[in-house]
């Protein structure tokens, strides 16, 4: 296996077959998408989490525009497996599950994150895709997971994510993908059937460093497109480049590039559905509070466990 080495040793992912994928001797960047749309990658730190990345955003190639977790629930569990937070087994002393791309899902080898398969191309009804297969690292409740990561080239800013247990699993009640990092966006209006809900009107004057309590919406109250269900989030300022940060706020938790709408799209959703936000008074991992007051974090689908069920993650600009 090859061990993550230094960034600049690192052979970049690049065009090939007219997709992003990685190239070249590894250790290789563990990226693919569409060349001048969405790109999904691997993070490095913090561990356990897949990268989206957005271009045509007007951003830098390294500026992430969000984070989506892995988070089973075994079959009579209350808690949720975390990917980001799990201690690793396979790397000890390191916090986040390892995760791997392979282009056969029922492979069982372990493999290095920087030593990730290209990715297959095909055709499907006339619209040619790309595929690859993330690997997660086995979770100390025993759920073991796969996601299955596709782009489509009619669908240049979306990724199609879909959830397996493997053959090693214990039964799963949920497998959540939850996009993690709506605070840099500072997504503060979720959009809804009827309505629209904010971090100020569900959670009043929270403040402090930890999360907000989970707020539920169920398939009722949810927008709809045809069948499809629709969980979108975006922000409130029409000037987002301009506000005032606290003096010790990150460089990296800046906004940059152009004003977006993040969506979840479930074409098949079950009855029991429900679309889930917590908020954030403070930037992750600090005391800096957020311009404007608190931000959606988590926006998640959540519904009962499916092997294979398809969510769709779209980032659109505004403007």
């Known amino acids: ?12 992912a690049d065009i090939r077959e007219g997709w992003i994928r990685p190239a070249g001797p590894a250790p290789r960047e563990p990226r693919w998408g569409h060349p001048d749309g969405m790109q999904l990658g691997l993070s490095p730190a913090p561990r356990g989490l897949l990268q989206i990345f957005t271009p045509y955003l007007d951003h830098p190639r390294d500026r992430l525009v969000n984070f989506v977790a892995v988070e089973p629930v075994p079959v009579g569990a209350v808690d949720r ?10 790397d000890p002393g390191e916090r986040g599950k390892r995760m791997w791309a392979v282009d056969d899902p029922d492979t069982s080898a ?17 619209v040619e895709r790309l595929t690859t297969w993330v690997r997660v690292e086995r979770f100390d409740s025993g759920a073991d997971v796969q996601v299955r990561v596709r782009f489509h080239a009619d669908r240049p800013h979306e990724v199609e994510l879909a959830g397996f247990a493997t053959s090693r699993s214990v039964p799963l009640e949920q497998l959540v993908l939850t996009a993690t990092m709506g605070n840099w966006a500072r997504l503060r209006r979720l ?38 269900v629709l969980v979108t989030a975006l922000g409130d300022e ?17 906004f940059v590039g152009r004003r977006m709408r993040q969506t979840w799209r479930v074409d098949d959703p079950d009855p029991a559905l429900r679309a889930q936000v917590n908020a954030r008074w403070s930037y992750w991992a600090s005391a800096s509070e957020i311009p404007g007051g608190p931000a959606f974090e988590n926006v998640e689908v959540v519904q009962p466990f499916r092997q294979g069920a398809v969510l769709r993650f779209v980032v659109e600009p505004l403007d």
């Not at 296996?1 to 052979?11: E, F, I, Y």
């Not at 959009?191 to 959670?203: G, H, K, M, Y």
Request: proline fraction near 9%; charged fraction near 25%; glycine fraction near 8%.
């Open 1 to 12: 296996m090859t061990p993550d080495t230094a960034a600049a040793q690192v052979s970049p």
């Open 81 to 90: 497996g975390y990917s980001e937070l799990e201690p690793s087994t396979l």
């Open 110 to 126: 372990v493999r290095a994150r920087l030593d990730p398969d290209p990715g297959v191309v095909d055709t499907v009804d006339g």
């Open 191 to 228: 959009e809804l059937a009827d309505s629209v809900a904010t971090p100020a009107e569900l959670w009043p004057g929270f403040t402090g460093t930890d999360f907000a309590e989970h707020a539920s919406f169920g398939l009722d109250e949810l927008v709809r497109d045809g069948d499809a």
């Open 238 to 254: 029409a000037d987002p480049w301009s506000v005032g940060y606290a003096q010790d706020t990150a460089e990296h938790w800046r």
